[in-house]
């Protein structure tokens, strides 16, 4: 490592300053962490985990909880979840609680997504039976019998338009 960018360093770790990626140059160094902060608790890490592990549901993608740790790694400069300091606690849990609202939306738009593929790919955008006949016996008071053959196109008419899903 050339003299300047040790010199650098020395003086960072006095001055208690992380050096630019630009000061560190291609020689590479280690960023400046102070030696004596102590890393996060058992404690800690598990509450971390368990908050992980309740954001998003594993169908969503696969290994959901490794993005997350790895923004962590990223945002916190550490090498591993262990390595980030515990006074960083607070700021891991309130960058966890950020990703909520953009989860919620993103598992609200899959739902919905779903919900139209199902009416309108696999169900050929053919009313929902179990709806119509639902709305059916609500209307005639469940004095009804569905004939063996059943225009369920024109009993959709009946009760209404929106008879895709429930």
């Known amino acids: 490592m050339s003299d300047s960018i040790v010199a650098h ?4 770790h006095q001055t208690q300053r992380e ?3 630009s000061q560190i140059g291609l020689a590479g160094a280690v960023i400046y962490r102070p030696v004596f ?3 996060l608790t058992r404690e800690q890490r598990w509450e971390i985990s368990k908050k992980i592990d309740s954001l998003v549901p594993s169908w969503v993608c696969p290994q959901p909880e490794q993005w997350i740790y790895n923004h962590l790694r990223v945002a916190f400069q550490a090498e591993s ?4 300091p515990a006074d960083c606690f607070d700021a ?4 966890l ?3 909520k609202e953009s989860i919620s939306q993103y598992l609200w738009l899959l739902s919905d997504l779903r919900k139209q593929f199902e009416c309108e790919v696999l169900g050929g955008s053919t009313p929902w039976t179990p709806h119509i006949r639902r709305k059916l016996f609500a209307k005639l008071k ?15 008419e009946e009760v209404g338009k929106d008879v895709c899903h429930d």
Do not use: T
């Open 81 to 84: 979840i262990e390595s980030i």
């Open 37 to 39: 902060r102590k890393p």
């Open 9 to 12: 360093l020395r003086e960072s």
């Open 92 to 95: 891991v849990m309130a960058l």
């Open 142 to 156: 469940g004095k009804f019998i569905l004939p063996p053959q059943v225009d369920w196109l024109a009993l959709a």
């Open 97 to 99: 609680d950020a990703k």
């Open 19 to 21: 050096p630019s990626l």
